[in-house]
């Protein structure tokens, strides 16, 4: 083997401790792990709590489209970190910095128009249909 291989040999040796670690544990905790079942462990789980409803119960399609909101605002600040740490080196050439600056309020534009849109469809008007309608009954009960 040569030299060039030799970074590697440190990566297959870390990958081979980790795999062999985790199998260790698992063999140790099947051999070793207390076996004593009961209706209580054997059943669903839900935070601690017994379960209330049905998991096959319809859920609202705007919870889905805020998740799908976040992850895109959330990639959106995973893009930004690296552009914000290499801005001060985009800037040595004097038209590369303004380049950069070009793109990255393209990109935020893009996304602040996306925002723009759904916001204004009344997709992020659900959480408020909720408190409205819950002040409505409470209203009603008094």
């Not at 980790?18 to 462990?41: D, F, T, W, Y």
Request: hydrophobic residues 60%.
């Amino acid at each position: 083997m040569g030299s060039e291989f030799l970074p590697y040999v440190a990566i297959i040796i870390t990958i081979v401790v980790a795999v062999g670690i985790a199998l260790a544990i698992l063999v140790l905790n099947a051999v070793l792990g207390p076996k004593r079942p009961s209706e209580a462990k054997m059943g669903p789980f839900e935070c601690g709590s017994d379960v209330v409803d049905t998991p096959r119960k319809r859920i609202n399609v705007r919870f889905y489209a805020v998740a799908i909101f976040f992850v895109v605002f959330d990639i959106e600040a995973l893009f930004l970190i690296p552009i914000a740490v290499a801005y001060r080196d985009l800037l040595q050439p004097q038209h590369l910095g303004v380049f950069a600056l070009f793109a990255l309020l393209l990109f935020i534009g893009v996304l602040a128009i996306g925002l723009w849109y759904v916001w204004g469809k009344g997709a992020l008007d659900w959480a408020f249909d909720a408190l409205t309608s819950s002040a409505a009954r409470s209203d009603a009960n008094e």
